[in-house]
């Protein structure tokens, strides 16, 4: 696989926590809990990624780790639990998450619903295609073609609607199926931030098909 030019749009890897106070409690602060429950992606090589023994490792679950100790959290009294785009909202107004260290693209829709804080890192858009496609050289080729994001995503809707470009869409539950579906040629492209594309392409460059 390879990446190549994608939309000039920035997404932010930030910490959101929930806007409804009565998700904690209307008289319990995040400072004031046993232990901190923070949500990490899960499928993303580079940014957070679930190994074989189920350890959550990455760039995000550093960060993770290290906000959580400046807020008096030892690693001890941190529970890490993998997340999807999908699901981000949802788990935090719920209560079932104290706080999201992820990519997470700040929107005004999205500023209804949850507190962000940051960012700690800015993303530019890309897109992954297979090594071997030679018709997608910038967004603009996308019109037509089949497009592929995680499911809970915006980086399809920034195409779309954002630069009024056609596409044949497919909404993954997470990017690695987005992965497999490119491989095995389901679709021409999968588009989101360039880093958990460049952690996807380091993992396994030489991959038969990509």
């Known amino acids: 696989m390879r990446l190549t030019t994608g939309p ?4 932010a890897l930030v910490l959101a926590l929930t806007g409804c106070a009565s998700a904690l409690g209307d008289e319990t602060s995040v400072l004031d809990l046993a232990t901190i429950t923070v ?14 023994d189920g350890e959550l490792t990455g760039f995000d679950v550093d960060v993770a780790h290290d906000i959580a100790e400046r807020l008096g959290y030892p690693p001890d009294r941190v529970e890490l639990v993998g ?6 909202e949802d788990l935090l107004i ?3 998450v104290d706080i999201v260290v992820a990519t997470y693209s700040i929107t005004q829709a999205r500023k209804t619903q949850v507190t962000f804080a940051g960012p700690y890192y800015v993303a530019q858009q890309d897109l992954l ?7 997608i ?18 980086s399809a809707r920034r195409i779309t609607e954002g630069l009024g470009i056609e596409v044949e869409q497919t909404d993954a539950p997470s990017y690695g199926d987005c992965v497999d579906a490119l491989r095995d040629g389901e679709v021409d ?10 952690g996807f392409l380091a993992r396994d460059p030489d991959a038969s098909g990509w």
Do not use: F, W
């Open 189 to 198: 492209a999968m588009s989101t931030d360039n880093l958990i594309l460049a």
């Open 8 to 11: 000039a749009a920035a997404a």
């Open 83 to 88: 997340v999807t785009s999908a699901e981000r």
């Open 137 to 154: 050289d910038d967004v603009r080729d996308l019109e037509g073609r089949r497009l592929c994001q995680g499911r809970g995503s915006n």
């Open 129 to 135: 295609v297979r090594a071997e496609e030679t018709h």
């Open 39 to 52: 949500g990490v992606k899960y499928d993303q090589p580079g940014t957070g990624l679930r190994g074989p």
């Open 94 to 96: 719920s209560g079932e």
